[in-house]
């Protein structure tokens, strides 16, 4: 029997080859404000139930009157800001501050909204 040498790995073996990366593609540098984006949904979140939790129960939005169609209102806005918060911290130049003006207009309404709702 012949002696066969051991096979000894290199680094390079271990690691993963890198994926080359278009040099104007913009650089995602976003990506650490996703706490803060889902931090000011979670916000929102706790005020829209505690005003869904006031509502007796069996009864629907739509049965509210006025008060059922901010909610429902309020509840559209959310979602916005819930879709925003989600891309923002992936998106890049002007796409990124599209979803900012979207997130910031959707916060607004639901600022409004929820005063509206308190007065009526």
């Known amino acids: 029997m012949a002696h066969e040498p051991a096979l000894t790995k290199t680094a390079s073996d271990s690691a993963p080859a890198a994926i ?5 593609y913009p650089k ?6 996703a706490a803060r ?14 005003l869904l939790n006031t509502i007796p129960a069996g ?3 739509g049965e509210l009157g006025e008060k059922g ?3 429902a209102q309020m509840i559209g806005s959310r979602d916005q800001i819930r879709d925003s918060a989600k891309r923002l911290p992936r998106e890049v ?3 990124y501050h599209e979803d900012f003006e979207r997130l910031e207009f959707a916060v607004k309404a639901l600022s409004r909204l929820f005063q509206k709702y308190q007065s009526a």
């Open 37 to 50: 984006w889902m931090g000011l949904l979670t916000e929102w979140d706790f005020k829209i139930q505690a």
């Open 28 to 33: 995602r540098n976003h990506t650490t404000e």
């Open 59 to 61: 009864k629907e939005l």
């Open 20 to 24: 080359p990366k278009n040099p104007t």
């Open 69 to 71: 169609r901010i909610l």
């Open 93 to 95: 130049t002007h796409l």
